[in-house]
């Protein structure tokens, strides 16, 4: 049972995978001039976007917490409503923290605001998709020892390593260097970006050197 | 011998700060060796010999009668060659691009202070940093100078301005009015003082030499940076000056006499803020323009500008005025301004600049023949002789010209090597004392560090194994070695460290602390090897169990230390505390959930399951906070918190959920208040906005709240008298800040005759040693009469208030919202975040550290000379005296680290009754924190010492770190001394 999980979250974490690294090959077959450092926004964009629906694509077909009691059409729009707002709510958190970390109120705002979407696509969609939108279950999630299945490990292992690979990716700016990719944000976006891959990485070995140790409570 | 925590760090970082004076004093020589002052003509070289003699052997007469110096503090080279210049020096524009002038960019090398910059214009060698430390009392300059030459040759000089001179060279000016540099808010005065003499001066023939060194644009640039609207006014002021100057020197120059020279030029820039001291391309570019009637007039807009170095001035004008050049001069003759002269003087002139630099490669470096520099000047005076040859035969052909322009382009290859190689010399390190300081430090950080599982432990002492390394063999042994060692080195050949001035006695005494500490950090290591069982239990405990903010304080100082090492990341080192201190409030964010959710979890479903889960939990979280906590206290901590759940619930639950918020969005505000470092320092910043001149209203207005706000803040710990004293020294502060002119009282308008403000600097003096006063009396009372704690609480806080209010007065208007966030975010965090989080004494002293130190940037420092705030020196004096000067300046510097730390003092002492030994462990955190970097850059710097930014980037911030250990010693002094108290009652 245990080692099928794993095997499944470890091919959801290879798609995920897979489409990132699609996201910076495929689109300059079809934009012209496309390239990370140079039309970083646009990159911004398509990478967020893939992830999001990889993820949502995978939620549908791996149903890795399957809700007990089946719902109608309303309460299913309703959920689909608040996740929206949540993950909206989000970007405007994550992009309000950059900002206190001394990111340019006014100019390079899109700039901000993009790299804070593809924070929330990392960390919050992730969670949006999992656990649904109950704030009390990701503070269970977040707490100590609060997971309870491999799913919310790989959660929590994702997600820390996405904002600390933001966190990291920080610290070549004030680097005399004068490289493009030291220009804001494209080192916090990459560095968000492969703490993410490595996060995907990490989650499913850790999960299976750990997996005598790691007993779930049953609900 | 058993100490107590307190105590044991207060002696380690006592040792410290003599290890780092000792190597401040081996990595800052005074001196750097230089030739003494010849007198007369001893070393003036003949021509270079040709196959047959020549006959001009004595010194080039004179190329010019006059010399008019005109000095313009802090003129940045856009300031006359840019659309400045155009704009409000329109004569001079003229003079450069149509008169008979030579214009240059001069580079001036860090640190661009006036009184180094002073120096390298005039004996023409690069000063050492030191004297960055010596410019605020300048003594004076022994080495052979160009004034003193003129001065020997019988050339009289009179000067007018900036004092620095008149200190620099004492008796040299056969006429002289000096004017003070300190009082930067007065930009016209200093002026007009220079200029009311230049009528008389100017008719008057019975001068060689005039000095004029203008301060007013230095003063606006220090006021309101170089883009202000008073910039334009005093360059046209300027142009005037030079205008008249000009034409006077003009209609006076006969047929038959030399013609005069006129020099303008300026010490150093300016950069955007409007400061100095560093070395960024704005500071260390200045103009420099030569007029004068030999010169060939130019036709046209001048094309690019040539840079030449600062020091070349001094060779130039010693050749111009027919002076022997200065011997320690590293600089090469402006050619340009010899042009008009015969090929042979030419070549006469360069030969002499050659052999003088020649002379002092040979003097400083020992294997000086083999130096390119030297066999390219030997090969120049070589060929240089067969062209006098060719030229005494009277041979005037095509052939002479070539072979001379060919000399004269070897000799300018030559003397540019010689420069380059020479300069290199400055940097001249005392090893032997750094060597010995760097050891002194690292053994206090090792054994500081080993100290660490029993000086926290909740007993709080730590035995030092003093008695059994004292008698041992190895003291003996290592001592008589060191003493070996030092007598070697000492006796070698031509050392001239400090170290080895110093008294024998004090010497072995050095010697002897060495060994011992080092005998003392062996058996301390042999000790914890013997009883392996007991410690390294606990840290394998607690490692599983850490806290994400124990491993966020442990990877912010390693990150913080690791980054050291990096040139930008010293320059943007706020950009390092800042983050650290937002991440540590995002992790404080997360805490404060846990905390408040679990107990929510625990409330919410009463049933005992959780109620038990939640119960371990919490007893967990006391494990991983300090093993020493035992599980009644923690009982009863849940005890309480379980009932009294709906309370909490209320507001101060969710007051201390927002409390990191706020605290993040304070900091981010005061981030924006100044902008510091280097590579985003031009950005706008409220600062700026504020002190500029048309937002006077914006600043009296937000000084006056924030004033009204530090009193709120403060008062509501004082004593009713401290009180009363607090709320007419913060008048007294505003009606400072109003005599000085930086803000404005409502009701008078007109009126604005700016004074010093000395009476009232000295009305807010006077109620800053009352408050301290009082405070002092309190402690005292409770030292002798062991009262109960709540006198010492009154009194600290006194103390505190007291702080406060000198900071309020020396701070400049647009930073006292600095403080008031200071006050603000002190309070919020105690009330809301450590109270309910009860984290221990030592987590709570590095977030002190943290917060201290990113108030230092907060309040406008850099790791960069020029941010020092000089002008709170002289706050309440009439003129410079020194010790107050320099208290008052390391005040203001070190203001966010000190009143953090006497907070922290403050907080400690008012948990004793939670954890009685607070007080032992916050000092013993303190010096251990700030010690760990100190150590790590003082290697760091010597490893780097042949660095390119080792004087622009990190000698600056040496500096800075030297004088925090010695104001933290000071500071964990005032600590023990609380906790002595403390202790005493216990026994009681
Ligand atoms: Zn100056
Ligand atoms: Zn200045």
Request: hydrophobic content about 45%; aromatic content about 10%.
């Amino acid at each position: 049972m245990k080692d099928t999980e794993i095997k499944r979250l470890l091919a959801a974490h290879i798609f995920c995978i897979f489409s990132i690294i699609l996201t910076t090959v495929v689109p300059s077959l079809f934009l012209e001039n496309f390239s990370i450092l140079g039309t970083h926004l646009t990159w911004l964009c398509i990478c967020s976007a893939c992830v999001a629906s990889v993820n949502i694509i995978l939620y549908i077909i791996l149903k890795p917490n399957p809700s007990s009691k089946r719902s109608s059409l309303a309460q299913k729009a309703t959920r689909f409503l608040k996740c929206c707002v949540y993950f909206f709510v989000s970007c405007l958190l994550f992009h309000g923290i950059i900002v206190l970390y001394g990111a340019p109120l006014i100019e390079s705002v899109l700039e901000t605001f993009l790299f804070a979407v593809l924070l929330s696509t990392f960390t919050t969609l992730h969670c949006l998709c999992m656990l649904g939108p109950n704030i009390q279950a990701w503070i269970r999630v977040f707490s100590k020892n609060g997971a309870l299945s491999i799913w919310d490990n790989s959660l929590q292992i994702t997600t820390v390593c996405s904002i600390v690979g933001a966190w990291l990716g920080a610290f070549p700016i004030p680097l005399d260097w004068e490289r493009p990719w030291q220009v804001w944000p494209i080192s916090c976006s990459l560095g968000a970006t492969f703490g993410y891959v490595a996060g995907l990485i990490i989650a499913p070995l850790w999960i299976y050197w750990n997996r005598k140790q790691l007993t779930y409570k049953s609900r | 011998m058993r100490l107590r925590s307190g105590v044991f760090a207060s002696c380690c970082l006592l040792v410290e700060a003599l290890g780092v004076g000792l190597f401040l004093r081996g990595f800052f020589p005074l001196p750097v060796k230089s030739l003494p002052r010849r007198g007369a003509r001893g070393d003036r070289p003949p021509e270079p010999p040709p196959p047959v003699s020549s006959n001009w052997t004595k010194i080039p007469a004179p190329l010019f009668k006059k010399i008019v110096i005109v000095l313009i503090d802090a003129l940045r080279d856009d300031f006359v060659f840019g659309s400045k210049g155009r704009q409000f020096m329109p004569y001079t524009t003229e003079l450069v691009e149509r008169g008979t002038s030579h214009s240059f960019i001069a580079e001036a090398k860090a640190p661009t202070v006036t009184m180094p910059r002073i120096k390298a214009l005039m004996t023409g060698s690069i000063p050492g940093f030191i004297d960055v430390i010596m410019n605020l009392n300048s003594p004076a300059l022994l080495d052979d100078n160009l004034i003193w030459q003129a001065k020997t040759a019988g050339k009289r000089i009179i000067f007018y301005g900036d004092d620095t001179w008149v200190k620099l060279f004492p008796k040299h000016f056969v006429e002289y009015d000096g004017t003070s540099s300190f009082f930067v808010s007065d930009f016209k005065e200093v002026d007009d003082n220079v200029t009311r003499h230049l009528d008389t001066v100017l008719k008057r023939e019975d001068w060689d030499i005039l000095i004029l060194h203008y301060l007013g644009l230095d003063h606006i640039g220090h006021l309101t940076g170089p883009n202000s609207p008073l910039v334009g006014p005093k360059l046209n002021e300027m142009d005037n000056i030079i205008k008249k100057i000009h034409t006077s020197l003009l209609s006076k120059e006969g047929e038959l006499s030399l013609p005069d020279l006129l020099v303008i030029c300026g010490d150093h820039g300016m950069s955007e803020t409007g400061s100095h001291g560093g070395s960024s391309l704005e500071e260390v570019h200045t103009p420099l323009l030569l007029i004068s009637s030999a010169f060939d007039r130019k036709s046209g807009p001048l094309k690019s500008l040539v840079l030449v170095q600062q020091t070349d001035l001094a060779v130039t004008l010693a050749i111009g005025l027919g002076l022997p050049i200065s011997r320690n001069s590293i600089g090469n003759l402006i050619l340009p301004v010899i042009e008009a002269k015969t090929m042979r003087e030419q070549l006469r002139f360069l030969h002499l600049n050659g052999f003088q630099l020649s002379q002092l490669l040979q003097e400083n470096v020992p294997a000086y023949e083999k130096d390119s520099g030297f066999e390219h000047f030997k090969i120049a005076e070589k060929s240089h002789g067969n062209w006098i040859k060719l030229y005494l035969e009277g041979n005037n052909s095509e052939v002479l010209i070539n072979l001379g322009k060919k000399v004269l382009k070897q000799y300018l290859e030559a003397l540019r090597i010689l420069s380059s190689s020479l300069s290199k010399q400055v940097a001249q390190y005392d090893i032997y004392s750094m060597m010995v300081g760097t050891v002194i430090v690292l053994e206090v950080v090792l054994l500081l560090l080993l100290s660490i599982p029993k000086a926290l432990s909740s007993g709080a002492e730590f035995e030092v194994p003093l008695s059994p390394p004292l008698c041992s063999l190895l003291f003996y042994l290592m001592c008589l070695m060191l003493c070996a060692v030092h007598v070697v080195v000492c006796t070698s050949a031509e050392s001239l460290c400090y170290f080895c001035s110093i008294s024998w006695l004090s010497a072995l005494g050095v010697m002897m602390l060495i060994s011992a500490l080092f005998c003392i950090i062996l058996s301390a290591l042999g000790k914890m090897c013997t009883y392996p069982k007991v410690p390294a239990k606990n840290p394998a405990v607690s490692n599983s169990n850490w806290l994400e903010l124990d491993v966020l304080i442990v990877a912010g100082t390693i990150g913080h230390v690791s980054s050291l090492c990096a040139s930008s990341f010293i320059e943007e080192e706020h950009q390092t505390w800042y983050f650290l201190v937002n991440t540590l409030c995002l992790a404080l964010c997360q805490e404060m959930c846990r905390h408040y959710f679990l107990v929510k979890e625990c409330d919410l479903h009463q049933s005992s399951s959780t109620v038990k889960k939640s119960f371990e939990e919490v007893k967990e979280m006391a494990h991983y906070k300090n093993d020493s906590v035992d599980i009644p206290e923690c009982d009863l901590k849940l005890g309480k918190i379980a009932p009294s759940a709906e309370i909490l619930k209320g507001s101060e639950k969710w007051i201390g959920l927002a409390s990191p918020w706020f605290i993040l969005i304070f900091c981010r505000l005061l981030r924006s208040l100044n902008q510091t470092g280097v590579q985003w320092a031009h950005r706008p910043d409220f600062g700026h906005w504020l002190t500029s001149s048309d937002h006077q209203a914006e600043l009296s207005i937000l000084a006056a709240i924030s004033l009204a706000m530090i009193f709120i803040l403060v008062q509501r710990r004082c004593s009713l008298v401290s009180k009363i004293a607090m709320a007419l020294g913060l008048l007294g502060v505003y009606s400072y800040r109003a005599a000085i002119g930086n803000v404005a009282f409502p009701w008078q308008q007109d009126s604005k005759d700016i004074s010093k403000g000395i009476i009232e600097a000295r009305f807010v003096y006077v109620f800053v040693l009352g408050i301290i006063f009082t405070g002092t009396k309190d402690l005292l009372k409770s030292q002798v009469i062991s009262t109960d704690s709540s006198t010492k609480c009154l009194g600290l806080w006194d103390v505190y208030g007291g702080l406060v209010l000198l900071a309020a007065l020396l701070f400049r208007p647009h930073n006292l919202p600095v403080l008031v966030f200071c006050l603000m975010i002190q309070a919020m965090i105690t009330k809301y975040i450590w109270k309910p989080l009860n984290f221990d004494a030592a987590q709570i002293t590095i977030m002190h550290y943290w917060f201290g130190q990113a108030f230092f940037y907060f309040q406008g420092n850099s790791n960069s000379i020029a941010t020092v705030d000089i002008s709170a020196g002289f706050v309440g004096l009439d003129n410079y005296v020194e010790i107050p000067a320099i208290f008052l300046t390391g005040f203001v510097t070190y203001t966010g680290p000190l009143l953090w730390a006497v907070h922290l003092l403050c907080y400690l002492s008012s948990e004793v009754s939670r954890n009685s030994a607070a007080v032992g462990h916050g000092c013993f955190c303190y010096a251990l924190i700030c010690s760990i970097p100190v150590a790590a850059y003082i290697v760091l710097v010597t490893g780097l010492r042949y660095h390119l930014f080792i004087w622009s980037v990190f000698s600056p911030k040496l500096l800075y770190d030297g004088v925090h250990v010695f104001i933290t010693a000071g500071v964990c002094l005032f600590f023990t001394a609380m906790d002595q108290n403390h202790s005493r009652k216990i026994q009681d």
